[in-house]
T-cell receptor, first 116, second 117 residues
Framework: AQKITQTQPGMFVQEKEAVTLDCTYD???????LFWYKQPSSGEMIFLIY??????QNATEGRYSLNFQKARKSANLVISASQLGDSAMYFC?????????????FGKGTLLTVNP | DGGITQSPKYLFRKEGQNVTLSCEQN?????MYWYRQDPGQGLRLIYY???????QKGDIAEGYSVSREKKESFPLTVTSAQKNPTAFYLC????????????????FGPGTRLTVL
């Protein structure tokens, strides 16, 4: 069974600094996708970035980048130049592509607070 | 503007009542999903649908029912059989369920907060 672990319940960062949110995953399937979502206090889940297990390069989307270390089974999210609007819950999720598995498995999330 | 809408934003239900949560998307996505989120937790899959007139149970389908009569719509009914329905419900859609360069990325609506009185 697949599992996502986010070990940081809460993180603090100063505005304009970079921050790394940790995510480790567990699966025996070689084909999978990793996703990061942001959930502000309003509740909506906002897609940030995607990394496929066979992608050769780490994914980047604007200020977001994914530090994908396959051997260590980690997929950390790096946010550069933090902004006050980045304060939110962040969820790491995985979908295993083997068989007829269609669900996203989510971690419990990390609450990021950006201080002015 | 393309997106996913959910209504109502807040819903209150009395014990023993069935309630239906609406989810509509105009993204022309084939696949749609329903998740439940409890405080301090990640999301858990209730039901999903790959195409019109087809849907499958997720991990926690007991006490819930869905229909997919139109591509754009995937309503969720919370029945009286659901023992603990108070939660935040999120609907999502993706281009497809076939993984190809992220086409299975799920995009979410704003959610419905259901409270049982």
């Amino acid at each position: 069974a697949q599992k996502i672990t986010q070990t940081q319940p809460g993180m603090f960062v100063q505005e304009k600094e970079a921050v790394t949110l940790d995510c480790t995953y567990d699966t025996s399937d070689p084909s999978y996708g990793l996703f990061w979502y942001k959930q502000p206090s309003s509740g909506e889940m906002i897609f940030l970035i995607y990394q496929g297990s066979y992608d050769q390069q780490n994914a980047t989307e604007g200020r977001y980048s994914l530090n994908f270390q396959k051997a260590r089974k980690s997929a950390n999210l790096v946010i550069s130049a933090s902004q006050l609007g980045d304060s939110a819950m962040y969820f790491c999720a995985m979908r295993v592509y083997g068989g007829s598995n269609y669900k996203l498995t989510f971690g419990k999330g990390t609450l990021l607070t950006v201080n002015p | 503007d393309g997106g996913i809408t959910q209504s109502p934003k807040y819903l209150f239900r009395k014990e023993g009542q069935n309630v239906t949560l609406s989810c509509e998307q105009n993204l022309n996505h084939d696949a749609m999903y329903w998740y439940r989120q409890d405080p301090g937790q990640g999301l858990r899959l209730i039901y999903y649908s790959q195409i019109v007139n087809d849907f499958q149970k997720g991990d926690i389908a007991e006490g819930y029912s869905v229909s997919r009569e139109k591509k754009e719509s995937f309503p969720l009914t919370v029945t009286s059989a659901q023992k603990n329905p108070t939660a935040f419900y999120l609907c999502a859609s993706s281009i497809t369920m076939v993984p190809f360069r992220g086409t299975d990325t799920q995009y979410f609506g704003p959610g419905t907060r259901l409270t049982v009185l």
